[in-house]
């Protein structure tokens, strides 16, 4: 359980970057002083930290049991993420926009029915749009994130969450290692599985496709013309996403009998497979990867925020891979509490109020994308022949009608 005591600021140092140590009788040992600690070092817990970093005067510190600097090596990573042109905006804003690596731009995204004659086409010309986005390698982003970190205010703590305790100011934090930290306020992004959410005794909803991922790297034998593909068939939805002119990273999102059936596949039976389920678009396909799968779950926390926690990206969050949105929401939301601390007076880090903004602020536009992909997954799911017909009128007259599109 976590002890909530009256909040209060006295004996609280008024220097916002100032980092001291000092001997908690209660505990008996001695504690780091942070105004933030995070608990998670991936994608959004490191752009939370250099984003804060780089706009407050605040002593930061990033806690997670891993290396958080991965290696880019010189072939493609499988996970990979579509990078909206707001989020490039806001990697832009933090200096971190230039220093990756290798990113692909995609101008269109063409999306496709096997079970009626729908079809949907986007294309950045439309928009009056450069391009529509980028296909990025999580460890690229990853990796200049934390180059990002090396040169801010922020101190990496490589160690596992054990305890929460709430005080006066904020939380105690003790770690596996030993220490014992102390905030005014603890953000929670450590992923779906969150010990954050769990240690703070904070519910969440939870809604089983009964489906898996399968991600991997493959090479086309015709060019995917910068575009991004989706087609949908009756036990699943196999995406394209293009990492060069011939090489595309694949999320293949399976009923799981579909998925366990093509696990036990050798990867010349599976190269078969998914050339006929992209209905030949491309040639015959030849994996460059090693196979991953995923069970596909949606959560949403009850509470984004308590006093002086706030959850952020899959750890408040996370929703069906069908459209790419993951990390952009889990930035989306990086730039809302960024925005909502940087407005609140200077003494109020982790006051509830000031919390509340932020939670109010991103639960409907994320509640809104969970359940759209969770009906797009259904829909598209269904085969009733009304259903099928309804699909394939309803993408076509989207796809014929700019306003709508």
């Given at each position: 359980?976590?002890?909530?005591?009256?909040?209060?600021?006295?004996?609280?140092?008024?220097?916002?970057?100032?980092?001291?140590?000092?001997?908690?009788?209660?505990?008996?040992?001695?504690?780091?002083?942070?105004?933030?600690?995070?608990?998670?070092?991936?994608?959004?817990?490191?752009?939370?930290?250099?984003?804060?970093?780089?706009?407050?005067?605040?002593?930061?510190?990033?806690?997670?049991?891993?290396?958080?600097?991965?290696?880019?090596?010189?072939s493609?990573?499988?996970?990979?993420?579509?990078?909206?042109?707001?989020?490039?905006?806001?990697?832009?804003?933090?200096?971190?926009?230039?220093?990756?690596?290798?990113?692909?731009?995609?101008?269109?995204?063409?999306?496709?029915?096997?079970?009626?004659?729908?079809?949907?086409?986007?294309?950045?010309?439309?928009?009056?749009?450069?391009?529509?986005g980028?296909?990025?390698?999580?460890?690229?982003?990853?990796?200049?994130?934390?180059?990002?970190?090396?040169?801010?205010?922020?101190?990496?703590?490589?160690?596992?969450?054990?305890?929460?305790?709430?005080?006066?100011?904020?939380?105690?934090?003790?770690?596996?290692?030993?220490?014992?930290?102390?905030?005014?306020?603890?953000i929670?992004?450590?992923?779906?599985?969150?010990?954050?959410?769990?240690?703070?005794?904070?519910d969440?909803?939870?809604?089983?496709?009964?489906?898996?991922?399968?991600?991997?790297?493959?090479?086309?034998?015709?060019?995917?013309?910068?575009?991004?593909?989706?087609?949908?068939?009756?036990?699943?939805?196999?995406?394209?996403?293009?990492?060069?002119?011939?090489?595309?990273?694949?999320?293949?999102?399976?009923?799981?009998?579909?998925?366990?059936?093509?696990e036990?596949?050798?990867?010349?039976?599976?190269?078969?497979?998914?050339?006929d389920?992209?209905?030949?678009?491309?040639?015959?396909?030849?994996?460059?990867?090693?196979?991953?799968?995923?069970?596909?779950?949606?959560?949403?926390?009850?509470?984004?925020?308590?006093e002086s926690?706030?959850?952020?990206?899959?750890?408040?969050?996370?929703?069906?891979?069908?459209?790419?949105?993951?990390?952009?929401?889990?930035?989306?939301?990086?730039?809302e509490?960024?925005?909502?601390?940087?407005?609140?007076?200077?003494?109020?880090?982790?006051?509830?109020?000031?919390?509340?903004?932020?939670?109010?602020?991103?639960?409907?536009?994320?509640?809104?994308?969970?359940?759209?992909?969770?009906?797009?997954?259904?829909?598209?799911?269904?085969?009733?022949?009304?259903?099928?017909?309804?699909?394939?009128?309803?993408?076509?007259?989207?796809?014929?009608?700019?306003?709508?599109?």
């Open positions: 359980m976590i002890r909530r005591p009256p909040r209060s600021t006295q004996g609280v140092s008024s220097a916002a970057s100032d980092v001291y140590k000092r001997q908690d009788h209660c505990w008996g040992r001695v504690i780091n002083n942070f105004d933030v600690i995070i608990i998670g070092g991936g994608i959004v817990g490191l752009s939370m930290a250099v984003e804060i970093s780089n706009k407050m005067s605040l002593s930061i510190a990033v806690i997670d049991p891993n290396n958080c600097n991965p290696t880019v090596s010189e493609f990573h499988t996970r990979v993420s579509a990078i909206t042109p707001t989020t490039k905006d806001f990697l832009k804003s933090i200096n971190v926009w230039n220093e990756l690596e290798r990113k692909n731009a995609f101008v269109a995204t063409q999306v496709w029915d096997q079970n009626s004659h729908g079809h949907l086409n986007f294309h950045a010309s439309d928009e009056d749009l450069k391009n529509l980028y296909i990025i390698e999580n460890d690229v982003i990853q990796s200049a994130l934390f180059r990002a970190i090396e040169t801010s205010n922020a101190t990496m703590i490589q160690a596992s969450l054990v305890e929460l305790n709430a005080n006066k100011i904020g939380y105690k934090v003790v770690l596996d290692n030993g220490q014992t930290l102390s905030c005014k306020l603890l929670g992004a450590d992923g779906p599985q969150s010990k954050v959410r769990s240690l703070a005794n904070i969440f909803k939870e809604h089983n496709y009964n489906q898996k991922a399968i991600i991997a790297n493959v090479l086309t034998e015709k060019p995917l013309k910068q575009t991004t593909w989706q087609r949908f068939l009756s036990d699943s939805i196999l995406a394209f996403l293009p990492l060069s002119d011939n090489q595309a990273s694949i999320v293949w999102s399976c009923k799981n009998s579909l998925a366990n059936a093509l036990k596949l050798d990867d010349i039976e599976f190269n078969k497979r998914i050339t389920a992209s209905e030949y678009r491309f040639g015959s396909l030849e994996l460059q990867s090693a196979r991953k799968y995923f069970p596909l779950v949606s959560r949403s926390a009850n509470q984004y925020v308590l926690l706030a959850l952020i990206g899959d750890a408040a969050h996370n929703i069906h891979p069908l459209a790419g949105q993951g990390v952009n929401l889990g930035f989306s939301d990086v730039m509490l960024s925005q909502q601390l940087q407005d609140s007076k200077p003494n109020a880090l982790g006051d509830f109020l000031v919390l509340r903004k932020y939670a109010r602020a991103r639960r409907l536009d994320n509640e809104v994308m969970a359940k759209t992909m969770t009906g797009l997954d259904w829909i598209y799911k269904e085969n009733m022949e009304p259903i099928r017909w309804l699909r394939g009128y309803g993408m076509n007259l989207i796809d014929q009608t700019p306003t709508l599109k």
